[in-house]
């Protein structure tokens, strides 16, 4: 069982926006980072949103990240075919001082 | 730009170990911890240590504690992970990465460790 929890799945039809939660009740992650990382089979993770809202170059500014309290968000506006992915929330909590992933969301565009 | 390049796939037998390279690039490799992150086949990534390539100071899981060593070659800006006393459960992609606390991170390419009798 994950430090982060995040919903196993999500889903939405092109061009609707989709909102993936990460949740660290009891972990504190009010006041750290966290980073959002894109997942496609057979590859390597890639980030989409670090420093819990800033992204990198070359990701559209359909993906943006927030935090609030014990909880941060992925939103992805505009959906498409290609956003079809699985999506990981990272924090780093200093109580375990390393880095603790959520379980990660499968994202489906139907 | 900055690299991170790993070392090839292995197949090790079970109570054997393992070490993986992660050759960086692009960067000054002191200035950075190295983190190692593994996934299972159709499962979540899963954190397993750091490693200060300027003091070679460690922090591990504590899963993985005394049976993972994380270390580092300072002149070939080199990292390494050794897991030992493997099981067919430790079957996994392996991933060196550079997870700065506010800063962009970079990964590995991973590298495919199976154990099988």
């Known amino acids: 069982q994950s430090v982060l929890t995040q919903p196993p799945s999500a889903s939405g039809t092109p061009g609707q926006r989709v909102t993936i939660s990460c949740s660290g009740a009891?972990?504190?992650?009010?006041?750290?980072?966290v980073n959002w990382y894109q997942q496609f089979p057979g590859a390597a993770p890639k980030v989409i949103i670090y420093?819990?809202?800033q992204r990198p170059s070359g990701v559209p500014d359909r993906f943006s990240g927030s935090k609030s309290g014990t909880s941060a968000s992925l939103a992805i506006g505009g959906l498409q075919s290609e956003d079809e992915a699985n999506y990981y929330c990272?924090?780093?909590?200093?109580?375990?001082?390393?880095?603790?992933f959520g379980g990660g969301t499968k994202l489906t565009v139907l | 730009q900055v690299q991170l390049v790993q070392s090839g796939a292995e197949v090790k037998k079970p109570g054997a170990s393992v070490k993986v390279s992660c050759k960086t690039s692009?960067?000054?490799?002191?200035?950075?911890?190295i983190n190692w992150v593994r996934q299972a086949t159709g499962q979540g990534l899963e954190w397993m240590g750091w490693?200060?390539?300027?003091?070679?100071?460690?922090g591990y899981a504590q899963k993985f504690q005394g049976r993972v060593s994380m270390t580092r070659n300072t002149s070939t800006g080199t990292a390494y992970m050794e897991l030992s006393s493997l099981r067919s459960e430790d079957t996994a992609v392996y991933y060196c990465?550079?997870?700065?606390?506010?800063?962009?991170?970079?990964w590995g390419q991973g590298t495919l460790v199976t154990v099988s009798s």
């Open positions: 490693m200060n390539p300027n003091s070679g100071n460690a």
């Open positions: 420093s819990t809202n």
């Open positions: 990272a924090a780093w909590l200093d109580t375990l001082n390393g880095w603790v």
């Open positions: 692009g960067y000054t490799f002191s200035n950075y911890d």
């Open positions: 990465a550079r997870l700065p606390l506010w800063g962009l991170p970079f």
């Open positions: 009891g972990s504190n992650i009010d006041s750290t980072t």
